[in-house]
Every structure is written in C-alpha cells, then in structure tokens.
C-alpha cells in the first residue's frame, strides 16, 4: 500500500436494516491532500459510502457486513461517530441541516465538540477568514441564512473541528451557478490552504472534476470508472452522461435510448 | 383585592415550580424524544432525599439541599445510564412502557421507606423572608421559592446560552444527525438532560414539599401536571414549559380561591383537554423556521 494513501475502501459492502443492499464491492483509495470527487447519479450509494466512513450509517440502521475501510492505517468500519470524529473525518451533510435554531456562532462553537474545552477563538477568525458572510450574519438564527450562507456555515462548522479528512456531500445542491463557484474557490484554497483532504460527492461534475486531482464514478452501488481528474474530463462517456456535452448535441428520443444502453454498460 | 392578589402571589409561585419541572421533562423530550411519565416520582425523590437528610442525617439546611441537588442529578444520570441507554431507538412504545414501571418503580421504593402518611420539614425558613404589603402578606417559603425559580431559571438561562455544553444540548435537540456529524457525544447530552431534568425535580420537589407538606401520592400527582403545563406551553419550548406553569398555577390558586378547592385539583386537566381541542402544539410550540 502506498504511504500516502489516508483513506481506503476495500471492496465494502453495506447493508441497510440487515436487508437493503446498497454498496456491493466498493473499493476506493485517497491520497492524502488530495481533492478525490466521487460522482454518480441518484441513488448510486455516493451517500452512503462517506456515511460508511463517518460512522453515520449507524443511527440509519445501516453497516459495513463486508471489507475493510483503513483511515491513516486503522480499520475503522462500523465505529461510532464519536470516534471516527475524533480521529479527524468530518462529514458535511447532503442538504446542509444547520442547527436553525442557534445562531451562525453557536453553529461554529458545535464544531469544536470532538476537542471540548480547547479555546477555539482562532479557529472561529480562521472560518470567518475563508466566509467573510458568516462574520456579518454570526449574531443571525441559522435558520434565517440563505442556502448559500447555510453551505458556507456547515463547511466552517466543519473546519472547526480540524478535520485532516473532510467528505463533502453536494455542496452545490440548489445553489446559484456564482455561488457554487465561490463555494468551489474555497474548496480549493481549504485544500490548500490547511492540507485538508477532501472526498467531494457531487452531481455537478463539470465543477467536481474542475477542482479535483482524482476521480470515482459509481452506478448502482458499485464504482464503474476512476481516474485522474484530467483523464475522466476526457472520457466520452463520462461528457455524455455527466458533463452533458454528448457528440449527438440537440437531445432526441433516439439520443434517450442511447444513453439507457450505455448506462446499463457503465 | 387583598384576597385577590394574595391568590396572585401564591399562584405566581406554585406556577414557577410548575414550570420549572416541566422544563426538565422538555429537556428530555426535546433531546431525547422520550416521554417521562416518571417526572412526579423525580419530583418525590427530591423531597425525600431532602427530608432524610435533614431529619435522619441532621444536617444544616443549605448542606443538605446542595446535596440533594446532587443526589438527584446522579440519579437521572443512573437512571439514563441503565434503564434508557439500552433503548435508544427502540419504538417510543417502549420506552413510555419503561418511564412507567420506572415510576412504579421508585415510587414502590419511597412508600418502603417511607410509607405513605404526611410528613413534614422543621420550620426553617427564617420569618423575615416573609413579606408585608399591606393586607398581603407572603409567607416565607413562597418568596424563597420565588428567589430560587427566578436564580435557577437564571443560572439554565446563562448554561444553554454560553456555556459549550449547553450549546451542545440544543444541537442535538435542534438536528441529532448534524450534532452526530460534528461528534457531539450525543448519549452524553442525553444522560445530562436527565440528569439536569431530576435535578430541577428534585429542587421543585422540596419546595413544594415545604409548601404542602411531603407524600409520595400527592407529589407523583403533581407530577403529571407536566402535561398539562408542557401541552400548554408546546411541548418543545423551555420558555413555554415556565409560561404554562404560571398559567396552569394562576389558574389552580384562582379556581381554588374562587370556585371550589375540588375543582382546583381538575382544571389543569381541564385545560389541556380545551388546548388539545383548539391548538395541539401548544400556545407557545416553537415556530418552525421553514426558510431552509
Ligand atoms: N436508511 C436507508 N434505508 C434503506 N435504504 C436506504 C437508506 N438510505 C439510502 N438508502 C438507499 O440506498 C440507495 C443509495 O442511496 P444514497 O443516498 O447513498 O445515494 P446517493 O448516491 O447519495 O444519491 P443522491 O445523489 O440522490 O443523493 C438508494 O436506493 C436509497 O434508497
Ligand atoms: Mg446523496
């Protein structure tokens, strides 16, 4: 194995409720300080595969019933939250869920709960730093930001925690195109920045390939394609099916067919 | 008048323990989502713990209330530890089942030991803190109690709004998963609600047994009165919680003072039929914030 490799999949399988499988053999490796984008449509378990690393699986009744996930060397499926936490990986959540009833800062203060009792003054000037909004908005009720403040909070409350593993579900979700720019600029710079590895699920692949160093395509529970960044951008099937620039152009019902066809083939 | 605002004070006060144990059940529900139908025997322990150790152990009275404040915070945590923890997410039925035999449970404990006459505290509360307005006149143990609801309520105030922990409970009540995301040790904000809960029971459960005097039967009876004070107030909302408790308490003195003493012990019940009828989540259910 090679030393730089933070994070790894061994061929895992979960299971929801000891009946619905979801994941069937997923493997997948990240190097450390690297942006790894994982993509796919809905449903293809993109979810529930950083849930299988964060521990979150758990509270859905889900498991790892096979392989082995390593994080810095360590198996560590099926531990709780609490734990994975307090070895760095930091979940950001599909659909952002603040905590709307506290404020920006007190969302910011939850994320220093894997290191209670430690100041956390800098860290709170490091977010604002990267999310000049959240400093003017930190007195607001979460629940009153809009879904562009919302994505930068649960990030910054994320960062909070000093996470060396941060897995980002969608950020994009619902955003305008030039909020989603910014929100990939800050990626970047975070990664940068303060060496955070990151594994960004994302539909918008277009834009999670733009920032990322590797790539992962899953269909229906297992991993169909990987490769550089660079390398997939290249790939036709993956600009007919992901990043939407068939060779065909205009779409017709002939053009549907195709892409079925080549679906079931990926 | 003199009578009229003399039921005011008394009813001010009795609503104040009202609500404040009602705010440890809403911290229960609202962390945990489990219904305490144990909160009148928490209630009871308190006083009892309090009564043992001023008359058995002979302590002086701020020693022995200082520890049974912290003999009752240990008990919720116990009781977490053991009974609840095995059940989280189990069905709710369950664990209702659970708070029930919990509460025959302890209650079956206090009439072992103490069985189930009247008993009363030495005098204690020295007469000067009593008031004199006039005709109006508050006995001692109702200003104490006034003072005590008013500095906890302060002391909860300033915890949930400053210190980490407190942020830490409201995460898990507000979205239990991001709080798991961000490791909140969610099981731990469960055991100090039910610790905290007991706690605020037992310190309502002594007052009010200053005020009445201590019986298992009347102080677990008090107890339910959780219900109609948290559907008053919604039952998701901590300042609902001591809002619903003036007004179930304002109501009580009142019917009590001016209709009948038997009605008294039946309008609280009374009410919460009326407000299930015209607004079940309460007077004062938390808005939802539906933005996001
Ligand atoms: N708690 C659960 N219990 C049972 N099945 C589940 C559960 N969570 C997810 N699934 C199923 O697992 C499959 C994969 O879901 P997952 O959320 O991982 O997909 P996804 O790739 O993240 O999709 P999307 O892009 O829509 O977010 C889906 O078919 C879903 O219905
Ligand atoms: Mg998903």
Redesign the interface.
């Known amino acids: 194995m090679d030393s730089d490799i933070l994070l790894q999949l061994n061929n895992i399988t979960v299971v929801y409720s000891d009946v619905i499988q979801v994941l069937r053999g997923v493997s997948l490796a990240v190097r450390e300080r690297q942006i790894v984008s994982l993509l796919g449509s809905n449903g293809a378990g993109k979810t529930t595969t950083l849930k299988a690393v964060?521990g979150?699986l758990k509270?859905e009744?889900g498991k790892v019933t096979d392989g082995t996930i390593s994080y810095e060397d360590k198996t560590v499926q099926n531990l709780s939250?609490?734990e994975i936490?307090?070895k760095g990986i930091?979940?950001?959540?599909e659909g952002?869920?603040?905590?709307?009833?506290?404020t920006v800062e007190?969302?910011l203060?939850?994320?220093?709960?894997?290191r209670?009792?430690k100041p956390y003054r800098k860290d709170l000037e490091m977010v604002y730093n990267y999310f000049p909004r959240l400093k003017e908005r930190r007195k607001n009720?979460a629940?009153?930001?809009s879904?562009g403040e919302?994505q930068m909070l649960?990030m910054g409350?994320?960062l909070m925690?000093h996470p060396k593993l941060l897995l980002l579900d969608e950020p994009s979700l619902g955003l305008a195109p030039l909020v989603v720019q910014e929100i990939f600029r800050i990626i970047v710079k975070i990664n940068e920045e303060q060496q955070t590895t990151i594994v960004l699920v994302e539909q918008n692949a277009s834009m999670a390939l733009g920032i990322a160093h590797y790539g992962y395509v899953m269909e229906n529970g297992k991993i169909v394609m990987e490769g550089r960044a660079g390398d997939l951008q290249k790939n036709p099937d993956i600009k007919e099916f992901y990043l939407g620039m068939g060779a065909a152009g205009a779409k017709s019902y002939k053009d549907v067919k195709a892409y079925k066809r080549r679906k079931r083939w990926l | 008048m003199d009578f009229f605002l003399q039921l005011l004070v008394n009813g001010i006060c009795i609503g104040f323990l009202y609500g404040i144990s009602a705010m440890g059940f809403v911290m229960i529900f609202k962390s945990s989502s489990v219904v305490n139908f144990a909160h009148g025997e928490l209630l009871a322990a308190g006083a009892f713990l309090f009564l043992a150790l001023v008359t058995w152990a002979n302590l002086p009275v701020p020693a022995a209330f200082l520890l049974t404040l912290a003999g009752t915070f240990i008990l919720g945590f116990v009781i977490e530890r053991l009974f609840l923890r095995p059940l989280i997410g189990e069905p709710l039925i369950e664990v209702v089942m659970l708070t029930i035999g919990l509460a025959s449970i302890l209650k079956g404990a206090m009439l072992l030991i103490w069985g189930g006459n009247l008993h009363n505290y030495p005098d204690f509360l020295p007469e000067g803190l009593g008031l004199h307005f006039g005709a109006v006149s508050i006995p001692p143990v109702y200003t104490t109690s006034i003072l005590i609801s008013i500095l906890f309520l302060l002391l909860f105030g300033l915890f949930f709004k400053f210190s980490s922990q407190g942020i830490y409970m409201r995460s898990v009540a507000d979205n239990q998963t991001a709080a798991l995301s961000l490791g909140v040790h969610v099981k731990k904000v469960f055991a100090l609600s039910w610790a905290i809960a007991a706690l605020v029971a037992g310190m309502s459960g002594i007052v009010l047994g200053i005020i009445n005097g201590i019986n298992v039967h009347e102080l677990s009876a008090i107890g339910l009165k959780v219900f109609p004070v948290v559907i008053l107030g919604g039952l998701d909302s901590i300042g609902g919680a001591i809002i619903g408790g003036l007004i179930i308490g304002l109501l009580e003195t009142f019917t009590g003072g001016y209709i009948s003493t038997s009605l008294r012990d039946v309008i609280p019940y009374i009410a919460l039929v009326v407000i299930l009828l015209i607004r079940p989540y309460g007077l004062f259910g938390l808005v939802e914030i539906e933005r996001v």
């Open positions: 964060s979150l509270p009744n939250p609490e936490t307090r930091i979940q950001v959540l952002r869920q603040p905590f709307k009833y506290l007190e969302n203060k939850v994320g220093t709960a894997t209670w009792g009720l629940g009153y930001c879904g919302l649960v409350r994320a925690a």
